[in-house]
């Protein structure tokens, strides 16, 4: 399948950006559009689509309605990162619904080693409300490394986008701040995740569709694109960020 590989690529970006809003199934009809094997090919439209499911684990799925037949999407993660490792500039994750990005952060930390939780709400002592998108927990370092990500699908061709990236970027580390402050439910979360720690440190951070258009050199903004590079690598920087301290975290033994 080597050969047909841009036109592999070219079918999942259209059943992605389809589908991106809703789950409705793509009809073969628009798929014959982007369909650009020559004529004399033995290779036909159901095959490759054939080689797409068995590649990525059953991620579509064949269906028919009154003779239409379309293709349903079911693991739109796996779909896109099949699309990503065939290397054609295709795998634009805007492809991708920010419901769904979010998913693809998750699964990044998770390939990683970490233990995840998504959309995390809390209250913290002042009975304020926070929400975290994902909490990635390093269950295998010596420090006890807990990451707070906001995963920001935006567009930076808005003009506030500079401003509006520093100001998450802060209201990241306050998050930070406030749950590391409310040690029941830090204790809880880590019950929760199944982890045993007295302390932690906890790090705020935000990850971005594209190249951030700015930095905040006490805060990680990382692109989703240099993001397993950062993670790998985090260890021997870990000094260069804002970061909370947490000890003597009570130990939940059974649920409340």
Not at 16 to 35: G, I
Not at 101 to 115: D, I, R, T
Not at 139 to 158: C, G, N, P, V
Not at 166 to 178: F, G, H, I, S
């Amino acid at each position: 399948m080597e050969r047909y590989k841009g036109t592999i690529a070219s079918l999942i970006a259209t059943m992605l950006r389809e589908t991106k809003e809703q789950s409705t199934p793509v009809t073969f009809d628009v798929l014959e559009d982007v369909y650009t094997a020559d004529a004399d090919d033995q290779v036909q439209l159901d095959d490759l689509l054939a080689y797409i499911n068995n590649a990525c684990g059953e991620a579509i799925s064949i269906t028919s309605k009154n003779g239409i037949k379309a293709v349903k999407v079911t693991d739109k993660i796996t779909l896109w990162l099949m699309l990503y490792s065939l290397n054609i500039n295709l795998a634009d994750v805007s492809l991708l619904a920010w419901m769904d990005f979010e998913k693809l952060v998750q699964h990044a930390m998770s390939e990683n080693g970490y233990k995840t939780r998504k959309n995390f709400r809390f209250k913290d002592g002042v009975d304020k409300r926070h929400e975290v998108d994902i909490v990635a927990a390093d269950r295998y370092s010596k420090e006890h490394l807990m990451f707070l990500i906001d995963a920001k699908q935006w567009d930076y061709r808005a003009n506030s986008s500079t401003t509006r990236m520093l100001e998450a970027a802060n209201e990241q580390y306050l998050r930070c701040v406030a749950l590391g402050e409310t040690p029941t439910v830090l204790s809880d979360l880590l019950f929760d995740m199944g982890l045993e720690w007295h302390s932690c440190i906890i790090i705020p951070m935000v990850v971005t569709l594209l190249n951030p258009p700015v930095q905040n050199f006490f805060i990680p903004i990382v692109s989703i694109l240099a993001f397993n590079n950062f993670i790998l690598e985090f260890s021997n920087n870990i000094d260069s960020f804002k970061k909370k301290y947490v000890n003597n975290i009570p130990l939940q033994t059974k649920l409340k």
